[in-house]
């Protein structure tokens, strides 16, 4: 998977839990630049986007993300990696 593949479900992840398909996203932007992204919506992003993309992601370290371009490589970075048994 791509990066570019990564941005595209992320960005389908965050429009499909917000529940707004026309909601901008840009890498440099934060959940609070972002109208409905609360803490809720935040472990739901999550678990869409390790749907979409056979991820899995430590929710703690997730928060850590500054940015949702950080977020999007955070994801990247575990694309494809199945959860540990």
Request: proline letters at 5%; zero cysteines.
């Amino acid at each position: 998977m791509t990066r570019d593949d990564v941005w595209k479900a992320l960005v389908e992840a965050i429009r499909e839990e917000l529940d707004d398909p026309n909601v901008a996203v840009e890498p440099a932007m934060t959940a609070a630049d972002i109208p409905g992204w609360d803490s809720l919506a935040h472990v739901r992003i999550v678990m869409n986007v390790e749907d979409r993309t056979d991820g899995v992601i430590a929710m703690k370290a997730t928060y850590r993300a500054a940015t949702v371009g950080e977020l999007a490589e955070m994801v990247f970075r575990s694309a494809g990696k199945a959860a540990p048994t």
